[in-house]
Every structure is written in C-alpha cells, then in structure tokens.
C-alpha cells in the first residue's frame, strides 16, 4: 500500500502537475508520464528522494532509455544496450549485471572481441562475417558460466501496434507470436517488467524479489540496499509505474518507409522466400515479421547447446530497417551484421533455402533487393 502511495506521489512529481505539461486526454497523460519514466535515472534506495528509488542492488544500467535510446534500437559500438543472459545459472542468476550500487560488487565487466570468417557467394564476392566472443572481465560471483547469450536492445518503435495486431488475431494465430527476441512473452508488459528486474534491479508485484537477480550464492546483494522497508507490503514499484511505461510504449510510433513502393525488389523478396518468416503483413501492420521464433541454424545458435531453443529467435521486423543501416547497421540479436549482406548470410536451419536463393542471385538483382531492404 505504502509503495503505490509512494508511486503516486512520484507520478505527480515527476511530470510536474501545474507545471506546463498539458495532455489532451487522460491516454496521453499516462504516456507522458511513461516517458518520464523510460527516460528517468532511478537511485538507490536510501537516497534523498524517496519517491519511486530502489534500483539495484545489481544493474546494468539506471534507465531504460540508456540501452533503448529514444525507444530506438541499442548500438554495439559503445556496448550500449549489450546484456549477456545465462541459462539460470546459480552464481550469476538470468544475466550478468556489470554494475551495482555503492557497497556491493558488480557481477563483472562484459568484454566482446570477434571471431570472423568468409563467405564466397556464387559470383565470387567476398563477404566477412564477424561473431562475437564474449569474456567477463573480473568476474566477481564465482566461476564464469559455460554458456551464455549475448543480446542487443531492439528498437521499441511501433511495439503498440504489433500488440494491437496480436490482440485483434485470432487465439490460433496468435499463438506462439510475441515479444522479446525469442517470442516468449505474450504480453507486452512481459519484456517491461523482465527489463525492470533484470536490467534496473526494480521488483514488480509479479516479481516481487527486491534483489532482482541476485542469487541465493550471492547473500552480500541479498541483504543489500533496495526500496522495500520492513513492514511495506508489496513490491518496490506499482502497477501503476508498470503501466505508464506500457502507455509511452504503445504511444511510440512505427517506423515509417525511407522509400516508396518498389515492386520489382519486392517481388524478388517474395521470390526469395524471405517472406515465409519476415511475412509483409500482419492484419493492418506493415511490419515484415510473423513475430515467431525461429530455428535459424548453428550459426546463430548461443547460449547452452543442450538448449533446444538455442538456435530459435524471433522473425526481426524489417520496418524501420533503413534506418538501423544508417546508423551503423548492428542487425541481429547481437548486433554482430553491420549491413543486410552479412545478416542474410548468417541465416540457415529453416532458413537455409532463402540463403541459397540469395547467394546464387546474378549481382544486378542482389543490389535491386538490398536496395529493397534499404527503403524500409
Ligand atoms: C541494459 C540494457 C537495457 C535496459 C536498461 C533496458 N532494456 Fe529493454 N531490452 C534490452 C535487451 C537486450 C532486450 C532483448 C531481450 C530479449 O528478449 O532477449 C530488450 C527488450 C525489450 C523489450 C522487448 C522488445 C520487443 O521487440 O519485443 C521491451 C518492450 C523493452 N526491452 C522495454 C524496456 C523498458 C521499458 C526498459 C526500462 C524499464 C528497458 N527495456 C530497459 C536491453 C535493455
Ligand atoms: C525461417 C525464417 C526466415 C527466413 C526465411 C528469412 N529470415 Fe531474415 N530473419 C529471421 C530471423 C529469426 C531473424 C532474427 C535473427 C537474429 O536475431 O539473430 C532475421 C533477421 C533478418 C535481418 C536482420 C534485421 C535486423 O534488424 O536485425 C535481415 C536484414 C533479414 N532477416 C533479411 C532476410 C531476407 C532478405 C531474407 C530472404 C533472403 C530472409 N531474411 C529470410 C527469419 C527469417
């Protein structure tokens, strides 16, 4: 009960109520409170501001939009918006937190170097793909996990309208559609409150453990500083946090085309079969992805081995994908494409045959279909 005081006060606090902010309907009201929160800086419990604080005790950033910048997508280039998942692993938990709040230790730093190979399509050209390899720098929870899963923050743009198509599909066709790079979650509130736990170190009432991911081998992080006093019921945020984040996301965008229609290079898409999985349409959404996941192969297999789902990621959608090249590329769940070319080339397992409809394509119609995807 105290928390979600608490909550209402920092709600008020923080979009500034008299102070200018002037929403046309009580929607955009929570959508500009949600903004404030995406964008927020959380402190550590015991801090001055009492409000809604209670990040940590392990992290790997202080707001979402540090990884998520503008809703936009993470950029591997300053690590920004990296994270590496484990299989639940008893030292280290979901995910390695390379930061915590002062007095306790972070679990490590996350250092990426490159394994890179070459591909030699049916013309003769050359292609150089790159894989990450990752290490922990000064593991500080025990002995480094065998598997792990590195993953890249994904655009958010346009999140709204996919729950939007989801939630107007039938049940069947829904099923096994979703959010998070794997597809796991159903809900749109899946992933929030998975960032919330795993990345801020701020508990929900659906995972009301203050100490986030800070394992039973990790008793220091246990007993350390969070935002749940003795006696509050409760978790360190209210729902009502949660669902003013869902409102800024739902509020934000889809990404709109560089280019107009281009029949020709999406013919050769379809041709392709690409579009068996980066499917056009979804009900009224333009999105080129069924939102499934997918066995793409070895290649993009991480994580454990033994795992039958460590090959399977989610169809990424290619809206917005022109835009992802003009910034420097970073496709993939990893971020390790840096163009189009390299993407396709990693894709196998279901996969395999568009590959080989892509690598035996006369170079003219190769550069009409990257010219496709550039448009996006
Ligand atoms: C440390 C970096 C980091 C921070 C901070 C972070 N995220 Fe993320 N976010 C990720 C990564 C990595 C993924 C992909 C995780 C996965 O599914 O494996 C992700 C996925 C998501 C998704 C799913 C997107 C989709 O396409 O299905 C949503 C929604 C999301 N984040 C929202 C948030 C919100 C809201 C916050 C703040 C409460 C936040 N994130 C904070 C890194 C971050
Ligand atoms: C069997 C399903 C499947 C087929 C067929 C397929 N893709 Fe994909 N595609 C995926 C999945 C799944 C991902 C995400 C993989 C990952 O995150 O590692 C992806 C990712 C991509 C990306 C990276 C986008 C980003 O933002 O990271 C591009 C570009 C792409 N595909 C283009 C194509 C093209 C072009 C074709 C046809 C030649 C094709 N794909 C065929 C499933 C498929």
């Given amino acids: 009960m105290r928390t979600a005081l608490r909550a209402c006060a920092a709600l008020m606090i923080l979009v500034g109520l008299g102070g200018g902010v002037s929403p046309t309907s009580a929607r955009d009201l929570d959508a500009v409170i949600g903004e404030s929160l995406f964008d927020r800086v959380w402190t550590v419990a015991g801090a001055s501001n009492r409000g809604s604080d209670g990040l940590g005790p392990l992290f790997n950033a202080r ?73 922990i720098e000064e593991p500080g929870a025990g002995p480094v996990p065998a598997h792990g899963s590195l993953r890249l923050a994904p655009s958010l743009a346009g999140l709204g309208q996919v729950e939007t198509a989801l939630g107007a599909a039938t049940q069947e066709e829904a099923a096994g559609r979703g959010f998070g790079l794997k597809a796991d979650h159903a809900s749109l509130a899946g992933p929030v409150r998975e960032a919330l736990l795993l990345d801020l170190g701020l508990s929900t009432p659906e995972q009301p453990a203050p100490w986030g991911d800070c394992t039973a081998l990790q008793p220091t992080c246990r007993t350390g500083p969070h935002g749940v006093e003795p006696g509050d019921a409760g978790a360190e945020l209210s729902p009502t946090i949660v669902n003013a984040l869902l409102a800024y996301l739902r509020d934000l965008p889809a990404p709109r085309p560089l280019a107009g229609p281009d029949p020709e290079g999406e013919r050769l898409f379809m041709q392709s079969g690409c579009a068996a999985c980066h499917q056009p349409r979804l009900g ?23 795992d039958p789902q460590a090959a399977f990621w989610r169809t990424a959608p290619l809206w917005g994908l022109g835009r992802k090249l003009a910034n420097g590329g970073f496709l993939l769940h990893d971020g390790r494409a840096r163009d189009a070319t390299e993407a396709i080339l990693w894709h196998g397992g279901e996969a395999e045959g568009a590959v080989a409809a892509f690598s035996v394509m006369p170079a003219a119609a190769r550069a009409r279909l990257l010219k496709f995807l550039e448009g996006l």
Avoid at 94 to 120: K, P, Y
Wanted: hydrophobic residues 35%; aromatic residues 6%; negative net charge.
């Fill in 284 to 306: 009224e959404l333009v999105a080129f992805s069924d939102y499934r996941s997918h066995d793409l192969g070895e290649g993009l297999a991480d994580g454990d081995p033994a």
């Fill in 63 to 135: 707001a979402c939009v540090s990884c998520h910048a503008g809703g936009g997508a993470g950029e591997l280039e300053d690590g920004r918006g990296l994270v590496l998942r484990f299989p639940d692993d008893p030292h280290y938990g979901r995910q390695l937190q390379t930061g915590a709040v002062q007095g306790q230790e972070a679990e490590g730093g996350l250092a990426v170097s490159w394994r890179r190979e070459e591909r030699v399509l049916d013309d003769g050209t050359r292609v150089e793909l790159r894989a990450p390899v990752w290490r």
